[in-house]
């Protein structure tokens, strides 16, 4: 079963930035490449909603509340995705998650936005 493991969260300053990483193991870089990926958040008290996308060729989708602030990019030979975040607002704090892949979730990684 393919695990993730998410890092890179903390605690930044309103306007800050991060850059969280999932590392995606236990699949080959081949299924890995074919697969659509994603990150999701999750607040708390609120259902997980999706953040960003990016497909098999690289296109790339966001929501709403943080395009022009996000940047989602993968390294399929890694087997890696990322989600560079900027501008961060206190309304950005939420545990974020990469996946799901073959249906199985990471952990998530704790994102504070917060003076």
């Known amino acids: 079963q393919a695990q993730l493991v998410e890092s890179g969260g903390g605690l930044v300053p309103p306007g800050g930035s991060l850059r969280l990483s999932c590392a995606v193991s236990?699949?080959?870089?081949?299924?890995?490449?074919?697969?659509?990926m994603n990150w999701h958040r999750q607040a708390p008290g609120k259902q997980r909603e999706l953040v960003a996308s990016?497909?098999?060729?690289?296109?790339?989708n966001y929501a709403d509340f943080v395009q022009g602030r996000f940047t989602i990019s993968r390294d399929n030979a890694k087997k890696m995705v990322y989600l560079a975040m900027s501008n961060l607002k206190p309304e950005d704090t939420a545990v974020y998650y990469c996946?799901?892949?073959?249906?199985?979730w990471g952990q998530g990684t704790q994102v504070t936005v917060s003076s």
């Open positions: 996946g799901p892949f073959g249906g199985y």
């Open positions: 236990q699949v080959s870089e081949y299924i890995f490449s074919i697969k659509d």
């Open positions: 990016i497909t098999v060729e690289g296109n790339t």
